[in-house]
């Protein structure tokens, strides 16, 4: 059974960092793309940023110049680093991974960003 669980989340101050991980099990990451989505209460979940499984990224307008997606298959995971975060970054974030056949989420961080 293919797991991602996400970790990393927590509360921030306008202008502070953040790394998320996604720890995939079950599973071989180096076969999927990837992604992180966000979604903010009363919001439609929304793409942040993708990896596809030769490397390639793509990002948000939002996220652009401030987050970076990386990808570590030997050890199976998915990074989001997340700098000059912002009060409009606030939101669960969840792994994505999309396979040939099938595609699997994760559960969820939160982030607040809060002074």
């Known amino acids: 059974q293919v797991q991602l669980v996400e970790s990393g989340g927590g509360l921030v101050h306008p202008g502070g960092s953040l790394r998320l991980s996604c720890a995939a099990s079950?599973?071989?990451?180096?076969?999927?793309?990837m992604a992180w989505y966000r979604q903010a209460p009363g919001k439609q979940r929304e793409l942040v940023a993708g990896?596809?499984?030769?490397?390639?990224?793509n990002y948000a307008d939002s996220a652009k110049g401030r987050f970076t997606i990386s990808r570590d298959n030997a050890k199976n995971t998915v990074y989001l680093q997340m700098n000059n975060l912002k009060s409009e970054d606030t939101a669960v974030y969840y792994c994505?991974?999309?396979?040939?056949?099938?595609?699997?989420w994760g559960q969820g961080t939160q982030v607040t960003v809060s002074s």
């Open positions: 990896i596809s499984s030769g490397g390639s990224t």
């Open positions: 994505f991974a999309e396979g040939a056949k099938y595609d699997h």
């Open positions: 079950g599973t071989f990451i180096n076969m999927y793309a």
